[in-house]
């Protein structure tokens, strides 16, 4: 009689149980964040967007799915390429792959004074002084900087001939920033400001004749529209990948973690891809038909000694934050 009354409250507690666990599993889970990302590059196959490609996969993978990223490339959104920085604050979308953001956080140019910074060795001194300076302006702006690679200097790109400084006078460049600009207008040549996506148009029809790019950026994407490419290092050309920081602040911490760690890990290995890439680029261009001149160092000396008195001029147009950050800079640099 005991063991029968015994079966019976077990059998009780058991119907109890499942009914509980089936309850449990009626009720919705916690919903899964839906992101995305926009891009400048309107190509996939490019080192920088197949890096972010893998490391939205990763934190899809890692965070079990509580978080996925859709990454939209440049031109698939109506988003100019000058404005990502300020879609990203307004939450329009969550994270971006920002270069153009110079509009919006001034004193990121530092790092793109044409001239300045001359090795790669060169910018990691630099980039280690400017971070505090570049992760302050964002959050201003409702936004985290997750992390930033780097591409190889930018150069230029002709369909007109270009093999040396004085073949820029009359020329119409495509810039990626004012301090590009104001080195072009110093060599006689006219900047055109345009996102990535417009370029193919504008060589098209004429609107540009060249570009400053690197060759494993877009030199390799458009190197059918070009006859000359000149090797004279202006400047490098950083990218942030940048997150909405009420978005990200929502995140579990173990979310926020893991995200930063991938980001992080990854942004290395995009910055090698494109270096070690840019060479061999560079020389199937060549094999290809297109004239490479490999900048003297008269050309060098002479770029210097034409745009060095705008690098203070510049800070002190900006504020006493970029004054002081260029101080650093130039001190680190002993230039």
Do not use: C
């Given at each position: 009689?005991k ?7 077990l ?7 499942a ?13 899964a964040e ?13 080192s920088?967007?197949?890096g972010?490609v ?34 990203v604050?307004d939450?329009v ?28 060795a060169?910018?990691q ?11 302050r ?14 591409y190889?200097?930018?150069v ?10 004085s073949?820029?006078k009359?020329?119409?460049?495509r ?5 590009q ?6 060599l006689?040549?006219?900047?055109v ?16 004749d060249?570009v ?13 529209m ?21 978005r ?5 911490p173990?979310?926020?973690?893991k995200v ?11 910055t ?6 840019e ?5 199937k ?7 490479i ?11 210097m000694?034409l ?7 510049w ?8 004054v ?9 640099l002993?230039?």
């Amino acid at each position: 009689m005991k063991r029968l009354s015994f079966v019976l409250r077990l059998r009780s507690f058991l119907i109890v149980l499942a009914g509980a666990a089936a309850l449990a599993g009626a009720l919705p889970a916690a919903a899964a964040e839906k992101w995305n990302l926009y891009v400048y590059n309107a190509v996939s196959t490019v080192s920088a967007v197949k890096g972010l490609v893998k490391i939205n996969e990763e934190i899809e993978r890692e965070t079990g799915g509580a978080l996925s990223i859709r990454l939209h490339l440049g031109g698939s959104l109506p988003i100019n390429t000058t404005t990502i920085t300020q879609a990203v604050s307004d939450d329009v979308v969550q994270m971006g792959d920002d270069g153009y953001f110079l509009g919006n956080i001034p004193i990121g140019g530092v790092l793109r004074l044409p001239m300045l910074i001359q090795t790669l060795a060169e910018y990691q001194k630099a980039a280690v002084i400017m971070e505090p300076y570049l992760q302050r302006a964002f959050e201003k702006k409702g936004l985290l900087v997750l992390g930033q690679y780097l591409y190889p200097t930018q150069v230029a790109f002709s369909s007109k001939k270009l093999t040396s400084l004085s073949d820029f006078k009359g020329l119409k460049i495509r810039v990626t920033s004012p301090e590009q600009s104001e080195f072009i207008k110093r060599l006689g040549g006219v900047p055109v400001t345009i996102g990535a996506p417009e370029v193919p148009s504008a060589l098209d029809r004429g609107v540009v004749d060249g570009v400053l790019t690197a060759s494993s950026g877009g030199g390799n994407i458009w190197k059918d529209m070009f006859k000359y490419n000149y090797r004279l290092g202006i400047n490098y050309f950083n990218s942030v990948v940048i997150v909405n920081k009420d978005r990200f602040s929502k995140l579990d911490p173990d979310v926020q973690a893991k995200v930063r760690r991938i980001v992080t890990d990854n942004m290395p290995l995009i910055t090698g891809a494109m270096e070690g890439e840019e060479e061999a680029l560079t020389k199937k261009f060549a094999d290809g038909g297109m004239t490479i001149t490999r900048e003297a160092r008269q050309d060098v000396e002479q770029g210097m000694k034409l745009i060095a008195p705008f690098w203070d001029e510049w800070a002190k147009s900006k504020g006493p934050d970029a004054v002081e950050a260029l101080k650093k800079v130039r001190a680190a640099l002993a230039r």
